[in-house]
């Protein structure tokens, strides 16, 4: 039988979360490059985002039903004080 995992410091959720933010900048760029190919190939791709909203609220939902902690916000990655925020709530107390 396994034991239950410890809650991971402060400073690695924080690390981690750097981490991940810097994915997600990189990501953005990656799309945004891919969008700009599809434009002038004359291509049109298009992103449900609601779709993804909807994932994303699913989700929180399942992590909350194990008695999990979960921080889901949405955040422009170009404003540092909103991802700051979002960093902010995601921390423990």
Same mark, same amino acid.
């Given at each position: 039988?396994?034991? %239950?995992?410890?809650? %991971?410091?402060?400073q690695a ?10 994915? $997600? ?6 799309i945004?490059?891919?969008? =700009? ?9 298009? #992103?449900?985002?609601?779709?993804? !909203? ?5 989700? $929180? =939902?399942?992590?909350e039903? #194990?008695?999990?902690?979960? &921080? ?12 700051n925020? &979002? !960093?902010?709530?995601?921390? %423990? &107390?």
């Amino acid at each position: 039988m396994t034991s %239950p995992q410890a809650e %991971p410091s402060a400073q690695a959720l924080g690390e981690s979360l750097a981490a991940l933010a810097v994915q $997600v900048a990189a990501l953005r760029g990656q799309i945004a490059q891919i969008y =700009e190919h599809l434009d002038r190939a004359g291509l049109r791709g298009d #992103l449900d985002l609601a779709a993804r !909203f909807e994932e994303l609220a699913q989700t $929180v =939902e399942e992590v909350e039903a #194990l008695g999990r902690r979960i &921080v889901a916000a949405r955040a422009d990655v170009r404003d540092e004080a909103a991802v700051n925020k &979002v !960093f902010d709530e995601g921390l %423990p &107390v």
